[in-house]
């Protein structure tokens, strides 16, 4: 099946900080693509990049942070050779964010009809009165009952739900192409985030976006991703369907997420924790980064960086020893089978 072309297409991204303790190299080449329509879970620990490169697309990497090379092509356009006037066009009204803590992206001097309506009028030639019809509109689409009492109040009169709620509202206000949820449902209860992610994948929907849902909930990606890309130290390390990745992961630390899962047919065993810490990014790691955790390292991992190759359509990896950590893979999973049927 053919996919879709792509509409937004990352290279060799570089994203660095430039600190008092050093050069962080926190996004250091990553290269991935979103497709029309579709959901990318981009998928890491804390301190992966995966915020960086979303901070990055948007072009609001915040001091010392600098973009110093790569290319970020939006419908076919280098987002890193327009102008900042130009960015602020493009921004809200055609890449919008939900942040990961609506009680920090939304500002608490200000009522909740300022706050949508100030987008809505930046982007759209709207009259206050319309603009503002719009914007009760848009609390009703994002379930917030009485919008026309609410929309005068100011965000510390909401709980965290129904702050996520107008942050979801404000980013969907001009019906942008490209959506990234940067953890949506952070500090929320489970029932209120599983609430939060229907929203959003109705909205999807509703609106016809593609979606970058960025997490470190290997769960919520299986429920609500199309594809889903892992990084893990500034890097790339694979990007698949998701069927694809959960059936047969071929990098050592897509495989260490996916063991990382709670299962509840093994409920009274230990969950299998991946050792160590993410890696300083001053100074990381010769070779694949990950090479310091995995048990399948070898001299070569120390040595040479992997490139992404695809290990079948639509499959990429950035092992330099895939194929043989597949077949003890296959091996590990017959003898466990062997085990569950004597």
Known sequence: MELPEALLKIENLRTYFDTWAGLVKAVDGVNLDVRRGETLGLVGESGSGKTVTTLSVLRIVPRPGKIVDGRILFEGEDLLSKSEEEMQKIRGAKIAIIFQDPSTSLNPVFSIKTQLMEVI????????????????????????????????????????????????????????????????????????????????????????????????????????????TVMYAGRVCETSVVDDMFAHATHPYTVALMNAIPKIATAKQELQVIPGNIPNLIEPPSGCRFHPRCKYAKPICKKVVPELVEVEKGHLTACLRWEEIQADLRKEREKAGRRRSS
């Not at 019809?133 to 919008?147: F, R, W, Y």
């Not at 985030?193 to 470190?216: G, P």
């Open 121 to 228: 009028q930046r982007h759209q030639k709207l009259s206050k009165k319309d603009a503002e019809e719009k914007a009760m509109h848009l609390l009703d689409i994002v379930g917030i009952p009485d919008s026309k009492l609410r929309i005068n109040e100011y965000p510390h009169q909401f709980s965290g739900g129904m702050k996520q709620r107008v942050a979801i509202a404000r980013a969907l206000s001009c019906e942008p192409t490209l959506l990234f949820a940067d953890e949506p449902t952070t500090n929320l209860d489970v029932t209120i985030q599983a609430q939060i992610l229907n929203l959003i994948r109705d909205l999807k929907s509703k609106f016809d976006m593609s979606m970058v849902l960025v997490t470190h909930n290997m769960g919520i990606v299986a429920e609500m991703a199309d594809r889903v």
